[in-house]
């Protein structure tokens, strides 16, 4: 089973990978960047168990598909997040709030 071997992983600019991304669900991922990876999709509640110190979803002026409520990942231990471009994303004028020590993008 790889997924407990698999700890960082950056597909940033992977423009035409496509799926959903519950495929990293129970992964040990400390970081996920998937910038600009817009053909993904899916509810970030699926990534709320795995211990991410950093995560980027966000597109570089492309619309990202990524649904679901910021609470979800309030168990994370974050010290970066950025989430620009995530419009389909609920309560992110909260995350500065939920993550005071991260460096904070939405």
Do not use: H
Request: hydrophobic share 40%.
């Amino acid at each position: 089973n790889f997924k407990g071997r698999i700890t960082a992983m950056d597909l940033s600019d992977v423009y035409e990978i496509k799926g959903n991304i519950k495929v990293f669900k129970g992964m040990e991922l400390t970081s996920l960047k998937l910038f600009n990876c817009v053909e993904l999709t899916g509810d970030i509640g699926s990534l709320k168990d795995c211990p991410l110190q950093e995560l980027n979803l966000s597109g570089g002026g492309f619309p990202m598909e990524f649904t679901g409520n910021i609470d979800s990942l309030k168990d994370c231990p974050l010290v970066s997040l950025s989430l620009s471009g995530c419009w389909k994303l609920e309560g992110k004028d909260k995350a500065n709030k939920m993550f005071p020590n991260a460096r904070v993008i939405v």
